[in-house]
């Protein structure tokens, strides 16, 4: 997946990843997993972040069915790697995380 995720990157398609992997019922923002990162740096293309505050009040991670509310996204400035190693995807990790956690609303439940 990986391979095939870079490759679609290096032919300018344009991808969407939530990074924490999962939604569960309890409030703070997960640990990012690194294959957005590694991919984003893989390539050498800018990541571009964006927080979504208030999707944890219309939808909980027990049930599929959407309460009425409004939600707010918040777009960063591209984030463009350093690198294409390791060091550089969490480096990027670290940015968009310190991004999203400063817009999401959420408390930070694991680095």
């Given at each position: 997946?990986?391979?095939?995720?870079?490759?679609?990157?290096?032919?300018?398609?344009?991808?969407?990843f939530?990074?924490?992997?999962?939604?569960?019922?309890?409030?703070?923002?997960?640990?990012?997993?690194?294959?957005?990162?590694?991919?984003?740096?893989?390539?050498?293309?800018?990541?571009?972040?964006?927080?979504?505050?208030?999707?944890r009040?219309?939808?909980?991670?027990?049930?599929?069915?959407?309460?009425?509310?409004?939600?707010?996204?918040?777009?960063?400035?591209p984030?463009?790697?350093?690198?294409?190693?390791?060091?550089?995807?969490?480096?990027?990790?670290?940015?968009?995380?310190?991004?999203?956690?400063?817009?999401?609303?959420?408390?930070?439940?694991?680095?």
């Open positions: 997946d990986a391979t095939r995720l870079a490759g679609a990157l290096g032919q300018g398609q344009i991808v969407g939530f990074p924490e992997g999962t939604f569960r019922d309890q409030p703070g923002l997960l640990p990012f997993r690194m294959g957005a990162f590694l991919a984003a740096a893989g390539a050498g293309v800018p990541l571009l972040p964006l927080a979504v505050r208030g999707t009040e219309l939808m909980r991670g027990s049930s599929f069915f959407p309460r009425p509310g409004r939600v707010a996204v918040v777009f960063g400035e984030l463009q790697p350093a690198g294409s190693d390791w060091e550089a995807a969490v480096k990027l990790r670290l940015q968009t995380r310190a991004f999203i956690g400063a817009h999401c609303g959420d408390l930070d439940a694991g680095a």
